[in-house]
Every structure is written in structure tokens, then in C-alpha cells.
């Protein structure tokens, strides 16, 4: 899918199959022949035991769990160049054309917006009122798919994430009268229509940043008339501190670690913590290392992400703030499909 020349994708976050495989390629081995044979068998045996159930109309749910954690521990045994060259394999494999049926695998591989993990592609497992349709119109085989795939644990951690963000702005509101809020690459912003706080008028300013138009549009659209303002920015613009946006009492990135590398990661925190008030709260999520849906989702979704463990969100905190003051916890969401990390600034 080419990507669209008007969005102007900074190419510091991953966003795309594209930037996410310049990425690899920076530090990729070759791949190890015998082992590409051998791992090549493995995944057709796999596809072709999905296809099959799928032509003999079995139940869609089982086909897909299995072929999910099959892939799952594919990726796993095999080194990760490897790992790369099956993913076009598994892609052009016959088994694609049911799986397409799915709505949020098609939105994913279609990728309507140019990239991945668009705020469309989330308001999909979301199960947000505006993807009804979208849904509804799919095939039978479609919507059965997606019965699955919509309460994969990943997604019952993504919907999670979304109530915890308003819990987190509500909480704010409750300890800071008129907080201001700062969500960074928000999307749609849809914790905000779960928030207590919005909706009792306690929010001094709710602001979104994104580097998507049309998401921008639809938050200053949904949210009109209340203290949540979009505006259109990128990562690159916080690093480059080229908005004035003034300091917050919560800073917010949910959904936008999981593209960045690490050394963006890092600048990105120190950006962020110079938008947070002193006592003021920076959180970041990220989907963990054992999810055991990313062997489907870099497949036949198309949607690969960088997965950190608690670990790796403590290494980022760590060389970002070494040496200042700020207190920090990394969390696991009720599944540990999703990290937590959760900077408070030292009072000054
Ligand atoms: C997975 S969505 C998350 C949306 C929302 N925060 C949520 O949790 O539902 C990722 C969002 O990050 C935005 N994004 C990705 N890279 C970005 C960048 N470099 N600068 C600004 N926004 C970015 C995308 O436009 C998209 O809206």
C-alpha cells in the first residue's frame, strides 16, 4: 500500500511495514539456509492445515487460535531473519483469502490511512459504535473471525488500555483542580468519552497531538465544546520542542511506543517529561513480549510491533531520566499483553 504523500509520516515512529523493515534491515543477519528450508515446510504444513479447515467449513475460531499460536511458536524457534522471509511467504498463501474476511484483519493489511494501527483500525477492536458497520457488512465467515480475533487477549488488553487512560486522567482531575492533560499520538482519543472528569467539566484542557489529519479532525469534531483540543504534530515536532503547548499535569503515549526504536523511544521521554508539571505524572504503554498474537498480526495482518517487557520500559526510563528526579513504576495491564511505565516528577 503506498502511503500517502499528505500524511507526511515522520519515519520516527515505525508506522509502516516499510520504515519497520528499513529499520530490521540496519541490524539484520543473513538467514541461515537449512534453517529457512526447514521453517518454510513448517509453515506450510501450518497454512495449509488452516486452509483446509476453512474449506471443510469448520469453526472459525479454532482455525484461528491454532494457526495464531502456531505461528506464534514458529517465530518464536526461528531466528529473526528467518522469521522475515516466511512473513511474505504466510502473506501470499491461499489461507489469506479467508482470514481477509475478518474486518479488522482486512482494515490492518488494507490500511486505509497508509499506516498501521490507525485510530480506525483500533476503533475496530474497540468495538466503538462507528466500526458497526464496518463490521455488519462483513461476510458470515468475516464476522466469525472477528468474534475471535476482537477478544484475542491482545485486544481485551487494548480495550483495557483505552479504560485505563481514563481512569488515569480521572484520577488526576481528582488530586489537581483544573488538570491539563496531554495525549501524545491520541488517535481518536476514544478514553475520552470514558472519562468522568471530561464529562463533569474538570479539566482545564484535555489536547491530543497526532500526525494523522483525519484523526485530528474527527477528535475536534466528537469532542466540540469540551476542554479536549487536537492538534496536528508529530514526534519529530515534540523532539524538535516546536509547539508551544506549556506544561501538564499528565502526559500521556498509548499505542505510539510500539513503533518507536529505542534510541526515539528515549528522546521521546525526555521531550515528554519537559512538558510535566514538577509532581505531575508522564505514562507510557507498550504491548508486551508475550502476547501471543504476533505471529498472525505480522502476517496476515501486516502489522508488526516493536514488543518490550518490563525490563526494556525500566532500560528506557532509565536512560532517559538517569541522574533527575522522578519516581517510577513499570506495570503489567490484567493479561501482561500490555506494559505499563509511570514517571512522577520530583516536586521542584
Ligand atoms: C495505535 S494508535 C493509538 C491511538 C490512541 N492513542 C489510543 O490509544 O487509542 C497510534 C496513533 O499514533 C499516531 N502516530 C504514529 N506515529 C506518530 C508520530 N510519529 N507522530 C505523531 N503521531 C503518531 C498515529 O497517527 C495513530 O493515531
Given at each position: 500500500?503506498?502511503?500517502?504523500?499528505?500524511?507526511?509520516?515522520d519515519?520516527?515512529?515505525l508506522?509502516?511495514?516499510?520504515?519497520?523493515?528499513?529499520?530490521?534491515?540496519?541490524?539484520?543477519?543473513?538467514?541461515?539456509?537449512?534453517?529457512?528450508?526447514?521453517?518454510?515446510?513448517?509453515?506450510?504444513?501450518?497454512?495449509?492445515?488452516?486452509?483446509?479447515?476453512?474449506?471443510?467449513?469448520?469453526?472459525?475460531?479454532?482455525?484461528?487460535?491454532?494457526?495464531?499460536?502456531?505461528?506464534?511458536?514458529?517465530?518464536?524457534?526461528?531466528?529473526?531473519?528467518?522469521?522475515?522471509?516466511?512473513?511474505?511467504?504466510a502473506?501470499?498463501h491461499?489461507?489469506?483469502?479467508y482470514l481477509?474476511?475478518?474486518?479488522?484483519?482486512?482494515?490492518?493489511?488494507?490500511?486505509p490511512?497508509?499506516?498501521?494501527?490507525?485510530?480506525?483500525?483500533?476503533?475496530?477492536?474497540?468495538k466503538h459504535?462507528?466500526?458497526?458497520?464496518?463490521?455488519?457488512?462483513?461476510?458470515?465467515?468475516?464476522?466469525q473471525?472477528?468474534?475471535?480475533?476482537?477478544?484475542?487477549?491482545?485486544?481485551?488488553?487494548?480495550?483495557?488500555?483505552?479504560?485505563?487512560?481514563?481512569?488515569?486522567?480521572?484520577?488526576?482531575?481528582s488530586?489537581?483542580?483544573?488538570?491539563?492533560?496531554?495525549?501524545?499520538?491520541?488517535?481518536?482519543?476514544?478514553?475520552a468519552?470514558?472519562?468522568?472528569?471530561?464529562?463533569?467539566?474538570?479539566l482545564?484542557?484535555?489536547?491530543?497531538?497526532?500526525?494523522?489529519?483525519?484523526?485530528?479532525?474527527?477528535?475536534?469534531h466528537?469532542?466540540?465544546?469540551?476542554?479536549?483540543?487536537?492538534?496536528?504534530?508529530?514526534v519529530?515536532?515534540?523532539?524538535?520542542?516546536?509547539?508551544?503547548?506549556?506544561?501538564?499535569?499528565?502526559?500521556?503515549?498509548?499505542?505510539?511506543?510500539d513503533?518507536?526504536?529505542?534510541?526515539?523511544?528515549?528522546?521521546?521521554?525526555?521531550?515528554?517529561?519537559?512538558?510535566?508539571k514538577?509532581g505531575?505524572e508522564?505514562?507510557?504503554?507498550?504491548?508486551?513480549?508475550?502476547?501471543?498474537?504476533?505471529?498472525?498480526?505480522?502476517?496476515?495482518m501486516?502489522?508488526?510491533l516493536?514488543?518490550?517487557?518490563?525490563?526494556?520500559?525500566?532500560?528506557i526510563?532509565?536512560?532517559?531520566?538517569?541522574?533527575?528526579?522522578?519516581?517510577a513504576?513499570?506495570?503489567?495491564?490484567?493479561?501482561?499483553?500490555?506494559v505499563?511505565?509511570?514517571?512522577?516528577k520530583?516536586?521542584?
Amino acid at each position: 500500500m503506498p502511503i500517502d504523500p499528505k500524511l507526511q509520516l515522520d519515519e520516527y515512529s515505525l508506522v509502516t511495514t516499510r520504515l519497520m523493515k528499513k529499520h530490521a534491515a540496519t541490524s539484520e543477519e543473513t538467514a541461515d539456509s537449512d534453517e529457512l528450508r526447514d521453517s518454510t515446510a513448517q509453515l506450510a504444513l501450518i497454512l495449509d492445515l488452516a486452509h483446509q479447515a476453512f474449506m471443510r467449513h469448520r469453526p472459525a475460531a479454532p482455525i484461528v487460535h491454532r494457526l495464531a499460536g502456531r505461528l506464534h511458536r514458529l517465530r518464536r524457534q526461528v531466528a529473526p531473519a528467518v522469521w522475515q522471509k516466511l512473513v511474505p511467504l504466510a502473506q501470499q498463501h491461499r489461507v489469506a483469502e479467508y482470514l481477509i474476511q475478518d474486518p479488522f484483519t482486512r482494515w490492518s493489511v488494507e490500511k486505509p490511512r497508509g499506516y498501521s494501527g490507525d485510530a480506525g483500525l483500533l476503533d475496530i477492536y474497540y468495538k466503538h459504535p462507528t466500526a458497526d458497520d464496518i463490521v455488519a457488512s462483513s461476510t458470515l465467515l468475516g464476522r466469525q473471525i472477528y468474534a475471535y480475533t476482537s477478544e484475542a487477549a491482545s485486544s481485551v488488553a487494548g480495550r483495557e488500555r483505552r479504560d485505563i487512560l481514563a481512569r488515569t486522567v480521572d484520577e488526576t482531575a481528582s488530586s489537581v483542580a483544573k488538570a491539563e492533560v496531554l495525549a501524545i499520538a491520541c488517535g481518536h482519543l476514544r478514553e475520552a468519552e470514558r472519562s468522568d472528569a471530561l464529562a463533569k467539566r474538570k479539566l482545564q484542557r484535555w489536547v491530543g497531538l497526532d500526525q494523522d489529519p483525519v484523526s485530528v479532525a474527527t477528535v475536534n469534531h466528537d469532542f466540540a465544546g469540551t476542554a479536549v483540543e487536537a492538534l496536528h504534530g508529530s514526534v519529530r515536532g515534540i523532539l524538535r520542542r516546536a509547539y508551544a503547548l506549556g506544561t501538564f499535569d499528565l502526559v500521556y503515549a498509548s499505542g505510539l511506543y510500539d513503533y518507536l526504536p529505542r534510541a526515539i523511544g528515549v528522546r521521546l521521554l525526555q521531550r515528554a517529561m519537559e512538558l510535566v508539571k514538577p509532581g505531575g505524572e508522564f505514562l507510557f504503554a507498550n504491548f508486551s513480549d508475550e502476547i501471543t498474537t504476533d505471529g498472525y498480526m505480522e502476517t496476515f495482518m501486516d502489522w508488526p510491533l516493536i514488543l518490550r517487557s518490563a525490563d526494556d520500559m525500566s532500560d528506557i526510563i532509565n536512560a532517559a531520566l538517569g541522574g533527575s528526579s522522578f519516581e517510577a513504576k513499570v506495570y503489567y495491564g490484567s493479561n501482561r499483553n500490555i506494559v505499563y511505565g509511570k514517571i512522577r516528577k520530583g516536586d521542584l
